[in-house]
């Protein structure tokens, strides 16, 4: 049975057990996965998880565009969790559902590659219908194989964009979609040796499951359907993915 990373699972999330969701991971030949926060009180919840199974749950801290604009409030807090995440995310720009200002949203987002940046730390991005924005503030600061496009959404165009940045991409659920050929036709495009997968738990379950919560353990449906683009045995995507997750999570 090959091994896999959930590069990106908020198990703090899910409806049922941690314990529960990572023994049925384990059973699947999910080794270990990144659970990050969204806000300061989930960003504690990851840590504890962490604390709870350290050889299973690395955390990250970091505060959602959906959240930003609770950045003053919660920033200082993030930025002490920081000190024991392997990542901070995940942070970003969601110019889609526009629940925070977008100016909140940026001035949110800069700080927290600040923080990545004087921590040594990945950062974990979040992008929605913001592909130039993103493009922008990632080309400015200095992006590199430790920042992470979680969740890939991007078509092929943005794709080669962004991966001219020398960044690290992670597929999830939707390259599984029946309707998920834009995903599929970026993860063609994809370099392998800076792709990652991951489920997003609870939330973008793969067919035929889609009615309810996601979980760890079907990291290895996204995984079939990037074997599948790729052309290549499953086996090999879950060693690279798998190799990916611990350079970019500094995992040895
Ligand atoms: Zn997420």
Redesign the pocket.
């Known amino acids: 049975m090959s091994a896999w990373v959930d590069s990106?699972c908020?198990l703090h999330m899910a409806d049922a057990a941690p314990t529960l969701l990572l023994e049925r991971a384990a059973a699947a030949g999910v080794a270990w996965l990144v659970c990050?926060g969204t806000d300061a009180p989930s960003s504690e919840e990851a840590l504890a998880l962490a604390e709870a199974h350290p050889d299973r749950v690395l955390p990250a801290v970091g505060l959602h565009p959906h959240d930003a604009s609770r950045w003053p409030e919660e920033g200082a807090r993030i930025a002490e969790l920081a000190v024991g995440a392997v990542g901070i995310g995940?942070c970003g720009l969601d110019f889609y559902r526009n629940l925070s200002p977008r100016d909140d949203q940026v001035a949110a987002f800069r700080a927290q590659v600040a923080l990545a940046e004087d921590l040594d730390l990945p950062l974990i991005v979040?992008v929605r219908d913001a592909f130039r924005e993103m493009y922008d503030e990632l080309e400015s600061s200095g992006a590199g194989p430790r920042t992470v496009l979680?969740?890939w959404t991007g078509g092929p165009k943005w794709t080669k964009r962004f991966d001219a940045l020398g960044v690290t991409f992670s597929f999830a659920g939707p390259i599984t979609y029946p309707k998920g050929d834009t995903v599929r036709l970026a993860a063609a495009v994809a370099p392998p040796e800076r792709t990652m997968v991951e489920t997003?738990t609870p939330y973008l379950t793969p067919p035929p499951d889609r009615h309810l919560p996601n979980e760890p353990a079907n990291v290895v449906e996204v995984g079939r359907a990037l074997a599948e683009v790729w052309g290549v045995p499953e086996g090999d995507v879950a060693r690279s993915t798998s190799e990916v997750a611990a350079r970019v999570f500094r995992r040895g």
């Open positions: 990106h908020h990050p995940e979040h979680h969740c997003d």
